[in-house]
């Protein structure tokens, strides 16, 4: 069966050698040591703006000659200088999407420098001939004030819960489960990304269970588990108990 590895390495193999190819990496669970038999591959190339087309082709023309291409979304990404497109391989595992992104070499440099002996998001290097791929050291100030200003939102849905109760009161499951998940479960989650991985606030439920402790991970989920209206109107003054506590958390780190 084919695989990543046999993937990665025709891709390096065909790649490396163009002039207009600065730079292959792998982020997601290759990048930081989690992959397994059910991740994909997320892959990216650096290449010369002016050759975004023909790079195009050649990836499309490399993996087809690996195995057919029974799989492709071209995705409509929002930054203007990366490309990204989604393939499945025909004789692949099911699992073994290949998420695939150009970034165009005219792309700021300050908005993917990677954090040093980060576990969460990082770059594995494949090969990089222009010193594409650039690391740092983690600094709190970076993402302070940006989380600063993502608590407020959240005591602000936190002083919203009539929203939800409303709808518990009149009998409509389907609204007062969308209004808990805004306004109970979702700030819930954005506090407890600032305390355990205040540079990542913002990756709300992507693979939170690998990134807070088992018994948070666990308590987190009784409130994410809910079924009946009963359960949203029993967990709401639990829930306010526990954001209460984890901003006083926070203040003790300095977040206010």
């Given at each position: 069966m084919?695989?990543s590895?046999?993937?990665?390495k025709r891709?390096k193999?065909?790649?490396?050698?163009?002039?207009?190819?600065?730079a292959m990496w792998?982020e997601?669970?290759?990048?930081?040591g989690?992959?397994d038999?059910?991740?994909?591959?997320?892959?990216y190339?650096?290449i010369e703006?002016?050759?975004?087309?023909e790079?195009?082709?050649?990836?499309?023309n490399?993996?087809?000659?690996?195995s057919?291409?029974?799989y492709?979304y071209?995705?409509n990404?929002?930054?203007?200088k990366?490309r990204?497109?989604?393939y499945?391989?025909k004789?692949?595992s099911?699992y073994?999407?290949?998420d695939f992104?150009w970034?165009?070499?005219s792309?700021d440099?300050?908005?993917?420098?990677?954090?040093?002996?980060?576990?969460?998001?990082?770059a594995?290097v494949i090969f990089?001939?222009?010193?594409?791929?650039?690391?740092?050291?983690?600094k709190?100030?970076?993402y302070?004030?940006?989380n600063?200003?993502?608590?407020e939102?959240?005591?602000?849905r936190y002083s919203?819960?009539?929203?939800?109760v409303?709808y518990?009161?009149?009998g409509?499951?389907?609204?007062a489960y969308?209004y808990?998940?805004?306004y109970v479960?979702e700030?819930?989650?954005?506090v407890?990304?600032?305390i355990?991985?205040?540079?990542h606030?913002?990756y709300y439920?992507i693979?939170i269970s690998?990134?807070?402790?088992?018994?948070?991970?666990?308590?987190l989920q009784y409130?994410?588990q809910i079924s009946?209206?009963k359960?949203i109107?029993d967990r709401i003054?639990l829930?306010?108990v526990?954001?209460?506590e984890l901003?006083?958390?926070?203040?003790e780190?300095?977040?206010e």
């Amino acid at each position: 069966m084919i695989n990543s590895e046999i993937i990665i390495k025709r891709l390096k193999e065909e790649l490396e050698p163009l002039q207009y190819v600065h730079a292959m990496w792998l982020e997601g669970a290759d990048a930081i040591g989690q992959a397994d038999e059910y991740s994909d591959i997320d892959i990216y190339i650096d290449i010369e703006d002016e050759y975004e087309q023909e790079s195009i082709h050649k990836v499309e023309n490399i993996l087809s000659r690996i195995s057919e291409i029974d799989y492709k979304y071209v995705m409509n990404h929002g930054h203007s200088k990366l490309r990204q497109r989604i393939y499945h391989l025909k004789g692949c595992s099911e699992y073994l999407m290949i998420d695939f992104c150009w970034q165009l070499h005219s792309r700021d440099k300050e908005e993917y420098v990677y954090i040093k002996g980060n576990t969460i998001e990082a770059a594995k290097v494949i090969f990089d001939k222009s010193e594409v791929i650039r690391y740092k050291d983690y600094k709190e100030e970076d993402y302070k004030s940006f989380n600063i200003e993502a608590l407020e939102e959240c005591k602000y849905r936190y002083s919203q819960h009539c929203r939800v109760v409303k709808y518990i009161h009149r009998g409509m499951y389907l609204e007062a489960y969308a209004y808990y998940n805004r306004y109970v479960l979702e700030p819930l989650i954005h506090v407890l990304r600032m305390i355990y991985t205040p540079a990542h606030a913002h990756y709300y439920l992507i693979h939170i269970s690998q990134h807070l402790p088992e018994f948070e991970v666990e308590k987190l989920q009784y409130f994410a588990q809910i079924s009946t209206l009963k359960d949203i109107e029993d967990r709401i003054p639990l829930a306010e108990v526990w954001f209460s506590e984890l901003v006083e958390r926070l203040k003790e780190l300095g977040m206010e």
